[in-house]
């Protein structure tokens, strides 16, 4: 089956059908139409508004946007939605500016409050942001409609192997990213092609040189392994929440799929822990499971939480000179609880360096401290060997559970 054929029965899928499309757009379109009837303008937005969404297993998210003059009448949305009769569930989820789920049954509403804003300069969130992003990427599709549907396949692409969200545990490509980068390298295949070579991306053309970008740029923002100038925004690198790691595994796919292309690759599979367990086996290797599980909200904030603890947990199993040779953090966006995972090459003894030769006073209290240690000099300075697991340095981090809102066991 050729590339091209197996892209085309991969939309099939994937492209909401017209009837769907239409039932969903008018459960939005009655909650625009509810707050329009108390004075309040609202819009579709999002990628439903791009005609860039993909259809999902479960339930559909549409972003409705709720634009306000000021602050203070922002402020007073929550209250009157509280007074609206919704056509379902409303749930209040935390974010950089909170915003609001309802529950439509296959359909949940994301209702996101925004500050109008003429300048996405002159946005005070990030979200406010958002608005001009609409209209870029439309206009974009307008000049060639095709990228509509190549953007499908790469967000379905980039979710199916575990690299699509800017959620904090994730650390991957936003929706909004990836429809910049189809619509700069001019579809699916080209974008992981050129993603390949890409460094600095500037679609807009905002700066002369790589340098100048570089120059220009908040430093904070430029620690992504590629820049993407917003072309709504020539001061916001886009992929700013890219992590190596993720984008090293984008590569290795993307790598993959052009060298022998399947509808596999659009399939998002559940992690083969089995395949783990007989590698190490095979390697002579540990490995190590462990559950995670916080009480904090579901979603980015309780994804972030439990993802920050198994960062620390791998952090100090390098310092204290264990060797990672495989690991996956594994959380559903859903729920309360997480998995991790760790293939390690445990080193039970490791050299540690102590005082210098020289220092006396500094040796005496060493060798007193360290006795039973394996005690040695080397390069002019005193050594012990500090006996280790993987077990005891999880113990030693479990300690820290509380301070870091979260439960931990070995599985």
Same mark, same amino acid.
């Given at each position: 089956?050729?590339? +091209?054929?197996?892209?085309?029965?991969?939309?099939?899928?994937?492209?909401?059908?017209?009837?769907?499309?239409?039932?969903?757009?008018?459960?939005?379109?009655?909650?625009?139409?509810?707050?329009?009837?108390?004075?309040?303008?609202?819009?579709?937005?999002?990628?439903?508004?791009?005609?860039?969404?993909?259809?999902?297993?479960?339930?559909?998210?549409?972003?409705?946007?709720?634009?306000?003059?000021?602050?203070?009448?922002?402020?007073?949305?929550?209250?009157?939605?509280?007074?609206?009769?919704?056509?379902?569930?409303?749930?209040?989820?935390? &974010?950089?500016?909170?915003?609001?789920?309802?529950?439509? &049954?296959?359909?949940?509403?994301?209702?996101?409050?925004?500050?109008?804003?003429?300048?996405?300069?002159?946005?005070?969130?990030?979200?406010?942001?958002?608005?001009?992003?609409?209209?870029?990427?439309?206009?974009?599709?307008?000049?060639?409609?095709?990228?509509?549907?190549?953007?499908?396949?790469?967000?379905?692409?980039?979710?199916?192997? +575990?690299?699509?969200?800017?959620?904090?545990?994730?650390?991957?490509?936003?929706?909004?990213?990836?429809?910049?980068?189809?619509?700069?390298?001019?579809?699916?295949?080209?974008?992981?092609? &050129?993603?390949?070579?890409?460094?600095?991306?500037?679609?807009?053309?905002?700066? +002369?040189?790589?340098?100048?970008?570089?120059?220009?740029?908040?430093?904070?923002?430029?620690?992504?392994?590629?820049?993407?100038?917003?072309?709504?925004?020539?001061? +916001?690198?886009?992929?700013?929440?890219?992590?190596?790691?993720?984008?090293?595994?984008?590569?290795?796919?993307?790598?993959?799929?052009?060298? =022998?292309?399947?509808?596999?690759?659009?399939?998002?599979?559940?992690?083969?822990? &089995?395949?783990?367990?007989?590698?190490?086996?095979?390697?002579?290797?540990?490995?190590?499971?462990?559950?995670?599980?916080?009480?904090?909200?579901?979603?980015?904030?309780?994804?972030?939480?439990?993802?920050?603890?198994?960062?620390?947990?791998?952090?100090?199993?390098?310092?204290?000179?264990?060797?990672?040779?495989?690991?996956?953090?594994?959380?559903?966006?859903?729920?309360?609880?997480?998995?991790?995972?760790?293939?390690?090459? =445990?080193?039970?003894?490791?050299?540690?360096?102590?005082?210098?030769?020289?220092?006396?006073?500094?040796?005496?209290?060493?060798?007193?401290?360290?006795?039973?240690?394996?005690?040695?000099?080397?390069?002019?300075?005193?050594?012990?060997?500090?006996?280790?697991?993987?077990?005891?340095?999880?113990?030693?981090?479990?300690?820290?559970?509380? =301070?870091?809102?979260?439960?931990?066991?070995?599985?």
């Amino acid at each position: 089956m050729g590339t +091209r054929q197996i892209l085309d029965d991969v939309l099939r899928e994937i492209t909401l059908s017209r009837d769907e499309f239409f039932r969903f757009e008018k459960i939005a379109k009655d909650f625009i139409k509810l707050l329009d009837g108390i004075g309040i303008g609202s819009f579709i937005g999002g990628s439903f508004a791009k005609e860039t969404v993909v259809k999902t297993e479960g339930k559909q998210d549409i972003d409705i946007f709720v634009v306000f003059d000021s602050a203070k009448e922002l402020d007073k949305f929550e209250s009157i939605l509280n007074g609206l009769d919704l056509s379902g569930p409303l749930k209040k989820v935390h &974010g950089s500016r909170d915003y609001f789920n309802v529950d439509c &049954g296959d359909v949940i509403l994301e209702v996101v409050p925004v500050m109008k804003n003429l300048n996405p300069e002159d946005a005070e969130n990030v979200t406010d942001v958002s608005l001009s992003h609409v209209g870029y990427i439309r206009t974009e599709i307008k000049k060639n409609p095709r990228l509509s549907n190549e953007i499908k396949l790469a967000k379905r692409f980039c979710a199916a192997n +575990r690299v699509y969200g800017a959620e904090s545990y994730i650390r991957g490509f936003s929706g909004y990213s990836i429809e910049v980068l189809v619509c700069h390298f001019g579809g699916f295949v080209k974008f992981l092609k &050129g993603m390949k070579k890409a460094h600095v991306v500037d679609p807009s053309k905002f700066f +002369r040189t790589k340098n100048e970008v570089m120059r220009e740029l908040n430093s904070a923002k430029l620690n992504s392994p590629i820049i993407l100038v917003d072309p709504t925004f020539k001061h +916001r690198n886009a992929t700013a929440g890219l992590s190596k790691e993720t984008f090293d595994k984008f590569l290795e796919v993307a790598q993959a799929f052009l060298k =022998e292309p399947s509808k596999e690759f659009f399939e998002k599979k559940e992690l083969d822990i &089995g395949a783990f367990k007989i590698f190490s086996k095979e390697k002579g290797f540990l490995f190590f499971e462990m559950k995670l599980e916080t009480e904090k909200q579901e979603g980015d904030i309780a994804g972030t939480k439990m993802k920050k603890f198994f960062d620390f947990f791998v952090s100090e199993l390098l310092r204290k000179g264990q060797e990672i040779v495989k690991k996956e953090f594994d959380y559903s966006g859903k729920g309360l609880a997480a998995n991790g995972y760790l293939v390690v090459d =445990e080193k039970n003894g490791v050299e540690v360096r102590g005082p210098s030769l020289k220092m006396k006073e500094a040796t005496v209290k060493f060798k007193k401290a360290k006795k039973g240690h394996g005690i040695f000099e080397k390069d002019g300075f005193f050594w012990f060997v500090d006996k280790l697991s993987v077990k005891g340095i999880f113990e030693s981090v479990k300690k820290f559970e509380k =301070e870091m809102d979260v439960v931990v066991k070995i599985v």
